[in-house]
């Protein structure tokens, strides 16, 4: 069975390039060793994504959700600073971070 982990950064507008790299760059600055790359849906084989963009909607508009793809589940004390991290990069943002799991 295949756990995913993950951290998303969800915005009510879309980024520019930019800033989903920022978004990278920060969750990889504090959790380096905990990256995976990606996940083939057919072979499972590690392939090579990045950051994955995508929208969905809630009762308050339109979501656009960055999603790393993680190789173990982060701490609390990690999700704390990548979260404050990001509340010091994007103060103009409106934003939601998480780390789950997915089975």
Known sequence: MFIKHFVRF???EALPD???IDFFDVVQSIVPTKLLVGISK???DK???DV???QDSDDHGELFIHEIIL???IDADEGDEIAQVLLDEFP???FTFEAS???
């Open 52 to 54: 994955l963009l995508y």
């Open 47 to 49: 392939v090579s994504v």
């Open 42 to 44: 057919e072979t499972e």
């Open 18 to 20: 930019e800033d989903v």
């Open 10 to 12: 969800n915005t009510r």
């Open 101 to 103: 799991i997915e089975v």
């Open 92 to 94: 103009d943002h409106q």
């Open 71 to 73: 190789d173990v589940d």
